[in-house]
C-alpha cells in the first residue's frame, strides 16, 4: 500500500511530548482504534483512565497560535486560508502521503495520520501548547453494544445541564477518543455535562443504525441524567459534521416520537444534504481534509442504497416539515464541500421559525473546530458555541 502511515514509535513520541487532551483541539482523525473502550462489559460506571491528572501540561516552553506559520505559498483550491489551518494542510499532507484517502479501504482510513495529528505535530513544532483539563470522566455502557464516555466540570454538585454530543467522522470514521479534545473545550467553556456517545459505524453498520443510536442515547440521557449528576430537564444535542447531522435527526425523532425535544442543537459544518453539487461542492471539490470525492466515499459506506440520500434524516434541507424544533446554532467553515448545505438548513430552521445563530468562518477548512489551541477562528468558534448552549441550558 503505497500510503506512508507513521509509525507507533515516532507518533507516541510527541503525543507524549505535547498530551493530545492538554491541547484544546479534536482529534479530528482515526489514528485511536475503532470502539476502542467496546471491550467493558455490563451496564457500570468505570474511571476511563482519561483525567486531568493525565493531561498534565509538558514543561517546554509555550508560544500561542500567532508563532504557527506555513512553509508555502496557499494552495489553489484556498488562496484565502489562514496561516495557521494552512500549516496544519501542509503537515496533513506529509503525513499522509499522495494517496486520496477515498482510494483506500476503510481499515486503512481508520489508521490514517488524521487533522488532529497534523495540528499535534504543528504544535510540537512551534511549542504551541493549552492548559490542562478540569473535567473527570468516566465511561458507561448505556444500551447492549452501545458506550458513552462521560464529562463532568470538577466539583462539581449538580443538577448540571447535559449536552449528549455525536462525533464526526462520516458514519464510518473516528471515535469518541478522536474528538476528546472538542468535547473537553465544549463542557470546560459551558459548564455542562457532556455524553459523548460511541454510535456504531458502517460498513459494519448501514443506515439508520447510527441515528437509532443517537436516539437511543438522547433518551438514556434523559431517563438517567440524575445518576450523573445532570438535570433531565435541561439536555441539549451537539455534533460535528455527521456527528451534527445526527444531533440534527434527534431533534426531528424526539419531535416525531413524542419525546421531549432538546433545548438547543449545536451543528458544527452539519452534513445536511445528499446533493454533491452544490455551490461549495463545485468550489471546493478539491479541499482538504474533506473533499467532494471522499464525502461520496463516505455515503456509499453509510447508505444501503442511494434512495437513503433522499431520507430527510440524511438530506436534512429536504425535510417537509422543521417546525417544533429546537433552537439552533449552526457553524460553517468557509472552505469545505459542506458549506452550503449547512447554511441552507439553518436558514430553512429559520423560516421554520426556529431561533437559529449561524457564523461562517471564511478562511478554515472542515474539522477546524476544537483546533483551539492552534486556529484563531477555532478558539472563537468554541467561544461562540459553548455560550449559545450556555444561554439556552441555563434559561429556566
Known sequence: MNFPLLSSAPLASWRWAVPALALGLSLAGCNSPQNAESGAAG??????????????????????????????????????????????????EK??????????????????PSPADAAMAV???????????????MS???????KARIYTPQ?????????????????????IDTYDSSVRALAEKSGAIFVSVAYRQAPEHKFPTAHNDAFTAYQWVLNNAASI??????????????????????????????VMQPKHQLLVYPIAGY??????????ANAKPLSKPFMAWFFDKYLRTPADGKNPLISLVTAPNLKGLAPATVIGAGIDPLMSEGKTYADKLQAA???????????VTHEFFGMGAVVPSAMQAEELAAGELKKSLMAQ
Open 275 to 284: 446533493d454533491l453539487n452544490t455551490p461549495s461542492y463545485q468550489k471546493n
Open 229 to 258: 449528576k445532570g438535570d433531565p430537564k435541561r439536555v441539549a444535542v451537539a455534533g460535528e459534521s455527521a456527528g451534527g447531522n445526527l444531533a440534527a435527526a434527534v431533534c426531528m425523532m424526539a419531535r416525531d416520537k413524542g
Open 353 to 363: 421559525g426556529i431561533p437559529v445563530k449561524y457564523q461562517l468562518y471564511d478562511n
Open 140 to 146: 458507561k455502557m448505556i444500551a447492549p453494544g452501545l
Open 43 to 92: 451496564n457500570t460506571s468505570t474511571t476511563d483512565g482519561i483525567s486531568a491528572a493525565d493531561t498534565a501540561a509538558s514543561s517546554m516552553a509555550t508560544n500561542g497560535p500567532e508563532a504557527i506559520k506555513p512553509s508555502g505559498p496557499a494552495p489553489a483550491w484556498a488562496p484565502n486560508i489562514s496561516p495557521q489551518m494552512q500549516a496544519v494542510i501542509e503537515k496533513l
Open 123 to 137: 504544535m510540537a513544532d512551534f511549542h504551541v501548547q493549552a492548559p490542562p483539563s478540569k473535567l473527570d470522566t
Open 95 to 112: 503525513l499522509q502521503g499522495p494517496t486520496p484517502p477515498e482510494k483506500l479501504p476503510v481499515a486503512e482510513v481508520r489508521k490514517a
Open 155 to 175: 466539583g462539581a454538585t449538580g443538577p448540571l445541564p447535559v449536552v449528549v454530543y455525536y462525533h464526526g467522522g462520516g458514519w464510518v470514521i473516528a471515535t
